[in-house]
C-alpha cells in the first residue's frame, strides 16, 4: 500500500515539476512580496511634498520654512501667492498638505502671543493626513523650542520609553509572520483546492475513483506534494526575514517548524473542503479567492490592527485561522514564548483544522453524480 | 472607386461586425449559465466591499494598558485614573511587580505597560525628576509609536495639572511659556478622516481590478485546456475579433460589478461623489480594456488554468501592494514611485480618490488618463498578436 501510495505521490510531484511557469511564481511570490514588504511599502515617508502659503515673507518664517526641509521629510512643491492657489495643488495630487503662516507671525512670534500657523491636509487620504499633521506639528514645535531655549522646570516627570521585542521598529518584524502565513495559505489551500478541482473537470478524477487507491490515500497523495512545497516556501521566508531583514528567532526553531507544520495541515484540509464543494477550477479558484485569501489578509491583523476594528469585524476576525497562526508566530519568533503562553491559540487552530477535516470527510463523495 | 466595390467592402465590414457580435453573444451565455460563478462574481464582492472597507483602517483606537504601580501614593492614583478615563486605553490588570507585567505583553494580552517606580511621589515633590517608564511591545513599531505618544500625553497633561493644582507649583510653572504657536490643522475634502470615504472607492476598484483580470486570464485558457479552442481556430474568425469577443463581456461584467459598488458605497456610506461621474465611468472603460488586456495577455502564454490564476494572481498582488489603498505612494522609495506608473489599479484609486472626493476634473488626471490608455494599447496589441491560431 506504500509503494502505491509513493507512486502516487511521485506522479503529483511530476506535475508539478513539469510546469515550469507554476513552480517559478510559487518560489517567486514570497521572494517578491518580502522584498516589496520591506523596501517599498512603508509608512514612514520622507520627502513628501508640500505647499507654503507664506503671507509673512519675512526672516522668522523663511527660518521656519528652512526648518521644516531640512528635516528631509517634507520637500516644498510650491511656494503660494495667494489662497485661491491652494486648491489647484490638492486636485492634481501634487501636493499633501499646505501650510499658512499668517501675516503678523514674526512680530507675535516674538512677543509670545498666540499666533496660529493652519495646516490644510489632502484628508482623502486619512491615515497620511494623520501622520503629516502629527509630523509637522512637532517640526513647529521643535522651532519654537530651538528659538527660546526654554528655561527648565525642576518639577517635570521623565518618561522613559522603552520598545520591547523591536527597539529599531523595524516593520520587517511585523510583516515577516504575516507573509508567512499567506504564503502558506495560498499554495496550501489554494493550490490544493485546484489540482482536485482540476482532475474533476477534466474528468481524470474519475480514473482515480476507480483505482484500487482507497479514496483517502487519493487526497493524501494529492496534498503531501503541496505540503512539502508550502513547507519549503515557509522556511524561504523565514530565512530571507532571518538574513536579509535581521527578523530575530527568539524562541524555538523546531517549535517554529511544527507550528508551520499545523497551519500547513489547516490549510491544506480547508483546501480540499474547497474542493468538495466546487466543480470547476474557475468556481474553487473564487471560493478560495474571495472566502479565503482576502478576509486572511484584511481580517486576520496583518495589515489593519483587530482591535481598532467594529466589533463585528473583531469577531470575524476570531474564526480566521490565520489570525491565530500568526499570533503564534509571533510569539515564538519574536517574543520567544514557550508552550504556556500560547496554548490557547494552538488549540483553536487544531480544533480548527480537526472541524475542517471532519467536515471533508463528509463532504466528500467517491461516487459520480 | 467604384460604389459596387464600396458596397462590398461595406457589408464586408457589416458580416465581420455579425461575427463578433455572435462570439460576444456566446460569452454572455456561458457566464450567464453558469450559475456557481455568478454570485461569486456579483455578490461576493459587494459583501466583501462592506466587510472590508470597515476593517481597512490604521488608527489605534483601543490599546491594552498594564499598570505597575509600586509607589502607591496619591499621584500615582491620579494618573491611573486619569489612564482608565482616557478612551484610548483599556487597563488589563494592576499587578504588584513587573515581571508578572511583561508576562501580559508575552501573551499578548497587553500592548502596553506603564511602571510607577517606588518613590514617584517623593521624588516629584523634591524636583529631582521622577520617572516613569513605558514599556511598548513594538512588533508593530507604527502601533507601538501611537500607543506611547498616547500615554506621553496623558503624562504630560497630569504633570500640568499638578504644576496648576499645587499652590507651591504655581510660581514655578509661570516660567514655563506657555506656547505661543498654535497649529490648527483643518482636513480637506473629508474634515472627518472618515476611513471608509477614502477606502470605498479603493476597495471597489481593487477588487473590480481583481476579478476581471483572473476571470479573464482563466478564460482563453479553459477554452484550451477544454478543447474548444480548436474550434473557433477552424472558423475564419479573426484574431482580433476573438480576442474583443472575450474583451466586451467582462468589460461589461466589470462596468456592472462597479455601478453596483459604487451604489452600495453611496447608499451603506454615504461616500462622497464631487466629481463627474461620467468622467469616473470614461476612465474606468479605459482602465478595464488595459486590465482584460493583461489578462487575456496572461492567458495566452499560460498552458493550464492552474498556472495562468497564479501569474495572475502574482501580478495582482504585486498591484495591490504597490497601489497606494495601504500605504501612501508618497512614502515609497523614488524607484518604487516610478514602478506604480504601469500598475492600472494604482492609477485607478488615484482617479477614484481625485474625482469622487476632491471633484477633479479631466484636466487634473490627463496624465492618469494617458498612461492607462498606453498600457491598454500595449496589453491589447500584445494579447491580438500573442493569440495564435495555430500551434
Not at chain 2, 488595459?290 to 495562468?308: C, E, H, K
Request: with cysteine; net charge neutral; glycine share 4%.
Amino acid at each position: 500500500m506504500i509503494k502505491i501510495f509513493w507512486a502516487f505521490v511521485k506522479k503529483e510531484i511530476y506535475h508539478i515539476i513539469r510546469d515550469r511557469r507554476t513552480l517559478l511564481i510559487l518560489f517567486g511570490m514570497p521572494v517578491v512580496q518580502v522584498l516589496l514588504f520591506g523596501y517599498a511599502v512603508t509608512n514612514e515617508f520622507q520627502d513628501t511634498k508640500i505647499d507654503i502659503l507664506d503671507l509673512s515673507r519675512d526672516k522668522v518664517s523663511f527660518q521656519l520654512i528652512q526648518h521644516i526641509k531640512s528635516s528631509g521629510h517634507f520637500e516644498i512643491n510650491q511656494v503660494l501667492r495667494s489662497e485661491q492657489q491652494m486648491e489647484q495643488g490638492f486636485k492634481e495630487g501634487k501636493t499633501k498638505l499646505v501650510m499658512i503662516i499668517p501675516n503678523d507671525f514674526s512680530a507675535n512670534f516674538y512677543n509670545k502671543d498666540a499666533t496660529v500657523i493652519q495646516l490644510i491636509t489632502d484628508g482623502s487620504d486619512p491615515n497620511n493626513a494623520n501622520t503629516l499633521v502629527q509630523y509637522a506639528s512637532s517640526m513647529i514645535a521643535d522651532f519654537q523650542q530651538e528659538r527660546f531655549q526654554q528655561n527648565t522646570n525642576p518639577f517635570q516627570v521623565k518618561i522613559e520609553t522603552r520598545m520591547l521585542y523591536n527597539p529599531q521598529l523595524e516593520s520587517a518584524y511585523n510583516f515577516i509572520p504575516g507573509t508567512i502565513a499567506l504564503i502558506l495559505l495560498i499554495i496550501s489551500a489554494m493550490m490544493t483546492s485546484l489540482t482536485i478541482a482540476r482532475e474533476k473537470e477534466l474528468g481524470t478524477m474519475e480514473i482515480l475513483l476507480v483505482s484500487p487507491l482507497p479514496p483517502l490515500l487519493i487526497i493524501l497523495g494529492k496534498v503531501t506534494p503541496y505540503a512539502i512545497l508550502s513547507f519549503i516556501d515557509a522556511v524561504l521566508v523565514i530565512v530571507l526575514g532571518v538574513f536579509v531583514f535581521n527578523v530575530p528567532i527568539v524562541g524555538s526553531l523546531f517549535f517554529l517548524l511544527a507550528m508551520c507544520l499545523l497551519y500547513v495541515v489547516t490549510a491544506l484540509s480547508l483546501g480540499t473542503l474547497i474542493s468538495t464543494v466546487s466543480k470547476t477550477q474557475q468556481d474553487a479558484m473564487m471560493r478560495s479567492l474571495m472566502g479565503l485569501m482576502m478576509p486572511s489578509m484584511m481580517l486576520s491583523g496583518f495589515i489593519f490592527p483587530l482591535a481598532s476594528m467594529p466589533v463585528i469585524l473583531q469577531y470575524l476576525g476570531k474564526i480566521i485561522p490565520t489570525t491565530y497562526f500568526i499570533e503564534i508566530l509571533k510569539g515564538i519568533m519574536l517574543r520567544g514564548v514557550g508552550l504556556n503562553f500560547i496554548i490557547f491559540e494552538i488549540a483553536v487552530l487544531t480544533g480548527m483544522t480537526l472541524f475542517f477535516l471532519l467536515m471533508t470527510w463528509r463532504n466528500f463523495k467517491i461516487r459520480l453524480e | 472607386m467604384c460604389p459596387n466595390f464600396l458596397n462590398i467592402q461595406q457589408s464586408k465590414n457589416f458580416k465581420q461586425m455579425k461575427i463578433l457580435g455572435y462570439l460576444i453573444q456566446k460569452e454572455f451565455i456561458q457566464i450567464l449559465r453558469n450559475k456557481a460563478l455568478l454570485p461569486l462574481m456579483t455578490i461576493l464582492p459587494i459583501i466583501q466591499l462592506i466587510v472590508l472597507s470597515n476593517a481597512a483602517s490604521n488608527e489605534v483606537k483601543n490599546v491594552n494598558i498594564v499598570v505597575v504601580d509600586l509607589d502607591r501614593s496619591e499621584f500615582s492614583r491620579l494618573l491611573n485614573r486619569k489612564i482608565v478615563a482616557s478612551p484610548e486605553f483599556s487597563l488589563v490588570a494592576t499587578p504588584y511587580n513587573k515581571g508578572e507585567a511583561v508576562d501580559y505583553i508575552q501573551a499578548n494580552k497587553a500592548d502596553i505597560i506603564l511602571e510607577i517606580p517606588h518613590n514617584f511621589e517623593k521624588d516629584y515633590l523634591r524636583g529631582e525628576q521622577a520617572t516613569l517608564q513605558i514599556l511598548a511591545n513594538a512588533i508593530n513599531g507604527q502601533q507601538a509609536t501611537v500607543g506611547s505618544g498616547y500615554l506621553n500625553s496623558i503624562i504630560s497633561s497630569f504633570n500640568q495639572e499638578l504644576l496648576a493644582e499645587i499652590p507651591a507649583f504655581q510660581l514655578a510653572s509661570k516660567k514655563v511659556s506657555s506656547n505661543s504657536i498654535i497649529v490648527a490643522s483643518r482636513n480637506w475634502y473629508n474634515p472627518e478622516l472618515n476611513y471608509t470615504d477614502f477606502m470605498v472607492p479603493g476597495i471597489l476598484a481593487e477588487l473590480t481590478a481583481l476579478l476581471t483580470i483572473i476571470l479573464t486570464a482563466m478564460n482563453v485558457v479553459r477554452e484550451r485546456e477544454i478543447g474548444t479552442i480548436e474550434q473557433i481556430n477552424v472558423t475564419p474568425i479573426k484574431k482580433w475579433q476573438f480576442i474583443l469577443g472575450k474583451l466586451v463581456p467582462f468589460l461589461c461584467v466589470g462596468l456592472l460589478l462597479l455601478t453596483v459598488g459604487l451604489t452600495a458605497g453611496k447608499l451603506i456610506f454615504d461616500i462622497p461623489m464631487e466629481g463627474s461621474l461620467l468622467l469616473i465611468f470614461g476612465y474606468a472603460i479605459v482602465n478595464l480594456i488595459a486590465v482584460l488586456g493583461l489578462g487575456l495577455l496572461i492567458s495566452n502564454f499560460a498552458d493550464t488554468q492552474q498556472q495562468a490564476i497564479f501569474v495572475a494572481f502574482f501580478f495582482v498582488l504585486i498591484f495591490i501592494l504597490m497601489c497606494g489603498l495601504f500605504t501612501p505612494i508618497d512614502s515609497m522609495p523614488k524607484w518604487a514611485q516610478y514602478a506604480t506608473i504601469p500598475n492600472p489599479l494604482a492609477q485607478f484609486i488615484s482617479v477614484s480618490r481625485k474625482v469622487l472626493m476632491k471633484g477633479s476634473g479631466f484636466s487634473d488626471i490627463k496624465l492618469e488618463f494617458l498612461y492607462t490608455f498606453l498600457l491598454a494599447i500595449i496589453f491589447n496589441t500584445l494579447a491580438i498578436w500573442s493569440y495564435k491560431k495555430q500551434e
